[in-house]
């Protein structure tokens, strides 16, 4: 099993100054999903975005590497990095509504990575893409290739996404909250299909989410993130059944659960947040 | 836009004109000016006016006359023009294939300038060629057609002449046309020394139609540009590792242009308008030039025949907008 | 007072569907809520759960009369609000309030927390002076958790928990007896949504306050709800105590809801197991091309009418004789004998774009097996209801897969299951039809096909004039029919008696058979 990404000591800074991302490093490996949870502000959003270049102008990497495949992301020419981007790095995007161009059909959409990166030409692209549509399971792929995103269901965009992720078979797919503006019953459909797809080509991905459920479903690695720093981090196994860091265990404790009476839940108690806190304040202290 | 919709809008334009003919044929009665005696010569006696006012029409009560007109209107005869003499339709239609030739040039210059100058600014976003395009933009938007008419012909007719300054077509060249659409023409047959010759005269008056509208489609479509740019779609793009030039392009133009669409339709009805101070400058045979002479002369059929062309074209622009928008807005096309 | 805090009865909401409107005159209406029924003592709560699209949102609107139900009552407090005008309900007001979804949208950016608290106290003249109204916020927002303090803050200025805690304190300062709260906690973290729940059940016992809770999370509605609601395409599908649903949910759909919920335990077999219900899969109506058979009386005519109400698009109404019309311009009539191989293979043919088959048509000889009276009854019967609806399946089969999937209807009966005596030979040739559905549900199951058994006691039709009451109204069995495929019910048994015979099989299979002989 060798490394895709190795993501050591990174931080991610506001040009004005204070930092979103505190000296992470994480590892994930071929055929490896790694789950990235926290709640908003975490950090693991910007974090995913470095990796795939596409942070804010008001942000920056201060510091640290993002390995891939034995190669600094950072230290690669806009050029090379964009010639590694949708060849061998994808991304799944959190809302399947906005993810795909309104005026572009479908197959447009699907084969231009194709086209650009491996020179197919326009028959064999839309040969692949049929194909691609094929195995994530849509229901009359010919059909669906000529349409325009808004002629399809939520649950079919997102089916779509996920065959445009896996097309050029990346090494690599950031998949940014993929489930969360779904139904639960198209949640599991879709979480069950990047399963299999990234079981299939062997894929390593990097999975960003706040849900604890799904991280528990999906994930082998997981990292819990608060304030930019990692509170915990380790084998699924490990992390849901026993978990080292206080937060990640008030976060277990908060989630409500359809199985459990309404006493079993208790809200993650202050001091924890805070002592989280203190604790980027001091890194702050000592890195301004 | 379906079929239905399409019908609905045509019918819609029914009560539209009706409307604008009413309101025309009561505004220029009522305004001072007596277009017989500007016909007449100096000492022409009261009956001799009265006779002409018979045989144009004019002896009965506003109502009276406008059935009259809207009777012989909708046999498509819309009466003899007081000043020229002439069938106002074959007046009209005789000029309006300049005048839209014009405004048809200048609204695809407009175009192609803001369009260009968008992708520039969006490309060089926070550079200064973005500080450059803004600012001139700015002095566009606040300078009208007839002052850019005008700066034009000083410029090129005067100081550097090397276009000439007035009318359509060099009369010397002396070639004759099957249609009113000269430069078209003149591209289908190869005349090329005429089509030539054609673009220089139309240059001028339609930069000075075009540069206000193309400096309000670029302030319009930087900011629908810049809305489109961060939608997740361009996420996407960015990630596939497409270069910024073809993310603005391929993704994000074509959602932009929408909204600057709706516009550019709205303005090219002033455009229109414009046409009739700028045809003025120029001189050019259009029938905006034509509506300033009519109205002078108080050409009362010719004057309502030419804004009734104005409203129709006003209700075509605005129908072929909206169809556009079908094919820009794949949504709509259902 | 006696009798529930809220009582809604038979309540529909029906919306005029843009998409289809005609080119002159109104677009026609499509039901976003459909038929609720339920009651609500004080100090209860009640969650609403179902997936985008299953009119949960719009049903707490007309609730609290955000939208005017288009039949049906509401009676709260003992008042009827049905049609109430604005000036009946304001006093009402005060006792009925809603908390929305988006914070950041329903709060007044210019004003401060303060005065958007106080804003109904005032306005609802629960207080008529404005230093007590904004006193009364301080107290609600104290209680909310956010603190007075607060109260010269703007919106804008709060984090999204924070914002949410002011709805909450709006809602309250007028001290009201009901509450609905429409998915107030989606969006949130982890740690402060616990916490708003945390407030919400504090408040519940606190103030005795009765709450009606609407999200599609069922995990958060088991936190507050004491009885839940389980909705689908307007209607409910399942109802009862929160423990009862969440433990041992009786309907398809809830099982199918409740699986999909990702809970944080690791579960390796999660991601693989099939879908709720063995494989059970649920059929839409609206937007399909249905044929129905039959369609000259009774359910079949019933069939159409409904069909046409859940917003199918185009209604294929065969009968024999191919004849008959329709006010509603979606039905096309078919001529189509299915005991004739050549009129089955045209109907295939010229109904290519249908996505749903209900086979209804049947016959009914009233014969006993071993009667000698009706020589060929047991083979007619046989060949109508059996082998025409074989033939049915088999032609139509391969229409439905090229359109893309969708569903199959095979009317049988609950004497499927056990045979009464006195038409022995049509319970045979219905059980010949549920045997064969089940046969043919297993073959299409991999190929987008869902196939429903339908198994209804005696229904009120001029066919079934000597059958035994009680007889249910075809109206209510075709409504339960479908329910039943929306809610992926592979066999339906629609009215008490068909439901009766099927848990009384279940439970004394025995019993149900001596019973059945006894009509002899």
Redesign the interface.
């Known amino acids: 099993m060798s490394l895709i990404l190795d993501i050591a000591g990174l931080r991610v800074s506001l040009r004005r100054g204070g930092h979103l991302v505190r000296d992470v490093s994480l590892q994930v490996a071929t055929g490896q999903v790694h789950g990235l949870v926290g709640e908003s502000g975490a950090g693991k959003t910007m974090i995913a975005k470095a990796v795939?270049?596409?942070l804010p102008?008001a942000v920056r990497v201060s510091t640290g590497s993002i390995g891939f495949k034995g190669t600094d992301l950072l230290s690669l020419s806009p050029r090379r990095f964009?010639?590694?981007?949708?060849?061998e790095?994808?991304?799944i995007?959190?809302?399947p509504l906005?993810?795909?161009?309104?005026?572009?059909r479908i197959v447009a959409?699907m084969t231009?990575?194709l086209r650009?990166?491996l020179g197919q030409s326009r028959g064999e692209a839309r040969g692949n893409a049929l194909r691609l549509l094929q195995e994530v399971q849509i229901r009359d792929p010919e059909k669906v290739l000529d349409r325009?995103p808004?002629?399809l269901s939520g649950g079919m965009r997102q089916r779509v996404?996920i065959a445009?992720a896996f097309a050029t078979e990346p090494s690599l797919i950031i998949a940014d909250e993929p489930t969360t503006a779904l139904d639960v019953t198209v949640q599991k459909q879709i979480l069950r299909l990047i399963r299999q797809m990234q079981e299939r080509h062997g894929t390593a991905v990097l999975f960003v989410t706040h849900d604890l459920g799904v991280v528990a479903k999906i994930c082998h690695q997981v990292t819990v993130l608060h304030t930019g720093q990692v509170v915990e981090q380790g084998s699924i196994d490990h992390v849901m059944s026993n978990a080292a860091a206080p937060f990640t265990r008030a976060l277990m404790a908060a989630t409500p659960r359809y199985d459990q009476p309404a006493d079993a839940l208790h809200p993650v108690p202050e001091a924890v947040h805070q002592t989280l806190r203190d604790a980027a304040r001091t890194f702050d202290g000592r890195n301004p | 836009m379906n079929r239905?919709m399409l019908?609905?809008r045509l019918l819609q334009a029914i009560p539209t004109l009706f409307g604008v003919s009413v309101v025309v044929f009561v505004l220029v009665r009522v305004v001072p000016g007596n277009p017989i005696a500007m016909m007449l010569p100096p000492g022409a006696t009261a009956a001799d006016m009265e006779r002409l006012r018979v045989a144009y029409g004019l002896d009965g009560s506003i109502v009276e006359q406008y059935v009259i007109w809207l009777g012989q209107a909708l046999t498509g005869a819309f009466g003899t023009s007081i000043s020229l003499r002439q069938d106002v339709l074959e007046l009209v239609l005789g000029r309006l294939p300049a005048t839209l030739e014009l405004a048809l040039f200048a609204t695809v210059l407009a175009v192609t300038i803001g369009v260009l100058a968008t992708m520039l600014g969006s490309l060089y976003r926070?550079r200064w060629p973005e500080t450059l395009i803004d600012t001139i933009n700015g002095f566009t938007l606040a300078v009208p057609d007839f002052i850019w008419a005008l700066a034009l012909i000083l410029l090129f007719g005067v100081v550097l002449p090397i276009l000439p300054i007035s009318g359509r077509i060099n009369p010397r060249l002396g070639t004759e046309f099957l249609t009113g659409f000269y430069l078209l023409e003149a591209l289908l047959t190869g005349r090329f020394t005429v089509l030539g010759d054609l673009l220089r005269h139309i240059i001028m008056p339609s930069i000075a139609l075009a540069l206000p509208l193309a400096a309000i489609i670029t302030r319009v479509l930087k900011n629908s540009l810049a809305e489109a740019m961060v939608?997740?779609?361009v996420?996407?793009?960015?990630?596939?590792?497409?270069?910024r030039w073809r993310i603005i392009w391929?993704?994000a133009l074509?959602?932009a242009a929408i909204p600057a669409l709706t516009l550019t339709g709205v303005q090219f009805t002033f455009l229109v308008g414009g046409t009739v101070l700028v045809e003025k400058i120029f001189s050019y045979p259009g029938i905006g030039n034509m509506a300033i002479d009519a109205v002078t002369n108080r050409d009362l059929p010719l004057i309502q025949g030419l804004i009734l062309c104005f409203a129709v074209i006003f209700i075509t622009v605005n129908l072929l907008v909206d169809l556009s928008y079908a094919l820009?807005?794949?949504?709509l096309r259902? | 007072m006696t009798g529930p805090l809220l009582q809604v009865r038979d309540l529909t909401l029906s919306l005029p569907d843009r998409s289809r409107a005609?080119?002159f005159g109104r677009p026609p209406l499509v039901d976003i809520v459909n038929g609720i029924s339920l009651d609500l003592a004080v100090g209860q709560s009640l969650g609403i759960v179902g997936e985008s699209g299953s009119g949960k949102t719009s049903l707490g609107r007309c609730l609290v009369r955000l939208y005017p139900p288009t039949s049906g009552t509401i009676r709260f407090g003992g008042t009827d609000i049905t049609d109430a005008s604005e000036a009946v309900m304001r006093p009402i007001r005060k006792d009925l309030q809603m908390i929305f979804q988006d914070p950041q949208s329903s709060l007044n950016p210019r004003r401060t927390v303060g005065q958007i608290v106080a804003q109904p106290v005032l306005a609802l003249s629960v207080e008529t002076d404005r230093r007590a109204a904004l006193k009364r916020a301080d107290a609600a927002l104290d209680r909310a958790g956010l603190g007075h303090a607060f109260a010269a803050r703007y919106p804008h200025e709060l984090s999204g928990g924070q914002r949410q805690r002011v709805g909450i304190a709006r809602a309250i300062a007028t001290e009201p007896r009901l509450i609905v709260a429409d998915e107030i906690v989606s969006g949130l973290d982890v740690s402060t949504q616990a916490q708003i729940l945390a407030l919400l059940n504090d408040l519940k016992q606190d103030m005795g306050l009765s709450l009606i809770f609407i999200s599609h999370d069922l995990s958060v509605v088991r936190v507050l709800a004491d009885q839940v609601m389980v909705m689908l395409g307007g209607r409910v599908v399942e109802e009862g105590a929160a423990s009862a649903v969440f433990d041992h949910p009786r309907h398809a759909y809830t099982r199918e809801l409740i699986d999909a919920v990702p809970l944080p335990v690791i579960d390796p077999e999660w991601l693989n197991a099939e879908q709720a219900g063995g494989g059970t899969k649920m059929a839409e109506i609206k937007g399909q091309t249905v044929l129905v058979t039959g369609t000259s009386r009774g359910i079949g005519k019933v069939f159409v009418d409904q069909l046409l109400a859940a917003g199918a698009a185009k209604v294929y109404a065969a009968t024999r004789s191919g004849g008959g019309s329709h006010a509603d311009n979606r039905v096309v009539p078919v001529k189509l004998d299915i005991t004739s191989a050549t009129d089955i293979a045209a109907a295939a043919r010229d109904c290519a774009d249908v996505t749903v088959l209900v086979n209804n048509a049947g016959i009914n000889h009233n014969s006993k097996l071993l009667a000698t009276d009706q020589a060929g009854a047991a083979a007619a019967e046989m060949e109508t209801n059996y082998l025409g609806t074989l033939n049915m399946c088999r032609a139509f089969a391969p229409v439905i897969t090229d359109n893309g999937g969708g569903a199959i209807v095979n009317m049988a009966s609950i004497l499927a299951r056990v045979n009464l005596p006195l038409m022995g030979s049509l319970c045979a040739s219905k059980a010949a039809v549920y045997s064969m559905t089940q046969g043919i549900r297993a073959e299409l199951a991999s190929q987008g096909v869902a196939v429903f058994a339908v198994l209804p006691g005696a229904v009120d039709t001029d066919m079934t004039k000597d059958f035994p009451p009680p007889k249910a109204a075809p109206a209510d069995i075709v409504a339960e029919v479908l329910a039943g495929m929306q809610a992926g019910e592979a066999d339906i048994y629609p009215g008490d008696m068909a439901k009766g015979v099927s848990g009384g099989l279940a439970a004394d299979r025995p019993g149900v058979i001596a019973e059945m002989a006894g009509y002899v």
Do not use: C, W
Not at chain 1, 82 to 87: E, P, Q, S, T, V
Not at chain 1, 98 to 104: A, C, D, I, K, V
Not at chain 2, 235 to 242: C, L, Q
Not at chain 2, 328 to 331: E, H, Y
């Open positions: 795939l270049g596409i102008d964009r010639a590694l981007l949708g060849r790095i994808a991304m995007p959190q809302d906005t993810g795909l161009n309104p005026s572009r959409q231009d990575t650009h990166h325009y808004h002629e996404l445009m | 239905s019908l609905r926070g939608q997740d779609y996420m996407i793009a960015r990630v596939k590792g497409f270069s391929q993704e074509r959602n820009l807005n794949p949504r259902s | 005609p080119l």
